[in-house]
């Protein structure tokens, strides 16, 4: 495989021997510097376990993953997938008569995801995660090709705080000076969701913080463009009042 492709889209803690559990763009395995192929029988047990909080009733598991057929082939089938993972040297699971769950000291990128973005919302960031994400945003999907709903559910949960996060990281990379690292963090969330307001404001308050008033103009109309065909309204007021503020000062500076 090209290493391209699997590196991961968020910085991963160095800890020499811990595995880590790659689920976006996943599921994968690196492991003491190889990467590990998920047998296909196993993939959708392991991210199960994993997506519940690390651990989950082996009775839970093998019903939601394998309905079709008896609760006793149900249970083979978990059976067979924990072998398979195993056997592939992939020993990231424990599991008692009633249980299963991920081994301690198991990194899961998705948790490590949610811990930056956390940190962003709350105001709370290092100096570190300000370079912690990497711009490849397929490589942030959850699964892909993926629609269980116990995916979909997650995945939309990954959506979400990783556009509020990247919102936080916008601002905060304008604040400390890091322009074009704040537009193309605004960038980013424009482009999962054009018809978000909030990512355009992000945007456009990036430019603004820059001095690009201009680039400011041209996204918002841009966007009044969007929202005007797509949903038949312009911009909310908050936004309109901002370029009204950012109008008047093109005209102030034009006239002076």
Partial sequence: M?????????????QVDAPVLHLLGGPRVLHRGRWLDVPEGSKRLLAFVALNGGRV???HAAGTLWPAGDDQRAAGNLRSALWRLKAAGIDLLDSDKCSLSVREHTVIDLYVLYGWAGRL????ATAEDLSALKWRTDALDLLPGWYDDWVLLERER??????????????????VGRHAEAVESALVAVAAEPLRESAQRALIEAHLAEGNLVEAKRSYNAYRGLTRRELGVGPGRELSALMDRVCKSLTYS???
């Fill in 158 to 175: 990954v959506r979400q705080r990783l556009l509020h996060a990247l919102e936080a990281l916008s601002r905060e990379l304008a604040r």
């Fill in 57 to 59: 009733e082996r009775r």
């Fill in 121 to 124: 919302i709350a105001g709370t």
């Fill in 254 to 256: 034009s006239s002076s």
């Fill in 2 to 14: 090209n290493p391209q492709f699997l590196e991961s889209p968020v910085r991963i803690p160095r």
